[in-house]
């Protein structure tokens, strides 16, 4: 019978990141490191170098001249969010070869960028918070899920069913027939990767938000972001009586529901720019 740590541990040889994200981390993380180790890390791998300047030179972030060297990208945006960034790419890059009849991955990475779009405008309307890295946690929240459907196709499938059937959260149909939840499995998957405790705990409570410790506020922008891509891909109008938002996640944030409708429109204008910024081929994803 697997856990959610075991169940991680078996997989892990098969979706370890890249050497030069490892680098990269490890340059960001050292004391004196200077803007120029990053740059000279990254350079060394033309096809993140091109999707980070792709990036950053688009609308997304909006400067207003070209970013046209990785140390000006560096400059403007700061280690932490290069780092983010190149996670992202190199994630995706990690699960480029999943193939399961039961999970769409195309579907599936439509709704996590839908998340992290999300995700991140909901940061920046709550003032003074960093907005990418709840973009690259909206983007990963449901990454356990690559892991369950990979090693138990079956059961995952039967998950999904009983969620149905019983008109409750997928989380909880996973616990009662796996001993476990795709949450805990993405939050464990960080953890092997030593991603930053945020991303972990971001990733594992989203589902749970009043669990959330140390990034109570990150956590539940993560949460209404999740909820509000539920509504979005099933075609749900957000309403007070239809986003099933933890009530004290508007308590943490600041937020209503009143500011969500703006926000879904902003989020629907950007979803297929931010889809061709992170997959170099539509189909690939």
């Known amino acids: 019978m697997h856990t959610a740590q075991t169940l991680v541990r078996d997989s892990i040889e098969l979706i370890s990141l890249p050497d030069v994200y490892l680098q990269l981390r490890n340059v960001i993380y050292s004391p004196n490191t200077t803007m120029s180790d990053v740059a000279q890390i990254i350079v060394h791998d033309p096809a993140i170098t091109a999707r980070l300047l792709k ?14 060297t990785v140390t000006h990208a560096i400059n403007l945006l700061g280690t932490q969010q290069v780092h983010d960034l190149v996670l992202a790419t190199v994630v995706i890059d990690s699960f480029s070869g999943f193939a399961n009849d039961s999970l769409n991955i195309y579907d599936f990475w439509f709704n996590s960028v839908h998340c992290a779009v999300t995700a991140r405008l909901l940061a920046y309307y709550c003032e003074n918070l960093d907005t990418e890295r709840p973009f690259i946690a909206g983007l990963l929240h449901k990454i356990g899920h690559l892991i ?58 989203h589902i749970e938000p009043e669990k959330a410790t140390e990034f109570k506020l990150e956590t539940a922008i993560i949460h209404i972001a999740s909820v509000i891509t539920q509504n979005s891909i099933a075609q749900i109008p957000v309403s007070p009586e239809t986003l099933a938002v933890n ?4 308590e943490i944030t600041g937020l209503s529901v009143d500011d969500m409708a703006e926000i879904k429109s902003e989020v629907d204008l950007q979803i297929s720019m ?12």
């Not at 009530?247 to 508007?250: D, L």
């Not at 931010?274 to 994803?285: D, G, I, P, Q, Y």
């Open 148 to 205: 369950t459907y990979q090693a138990m196709p079956e059961k995952s499938c039967l998950a999904q069913q009983l969620a149905t059937q019983k008109n409750i959260d997928l989380y909880l149909a996973e616990r009662e027939l796996l001993g476990f939840d795709y949450a805990q499995v993405g939050a464990k998957l960080m953890h092997e990767w030593k991603l930053p405790s945020s991303l972990q705990e971001m990733t594992e409570f």
């Open 55 to 68: 990036i950053v030179n688009s609308s997304f972030f909006g400067f207003p001249s070209k970013v046209d």
């Open 274 to 285: 931010v889809m061709n910024l992170l997959f170099t081929h539509k189909k690939s994803a």
């Open 247 to 250: 009530p004290i996640c508007w």
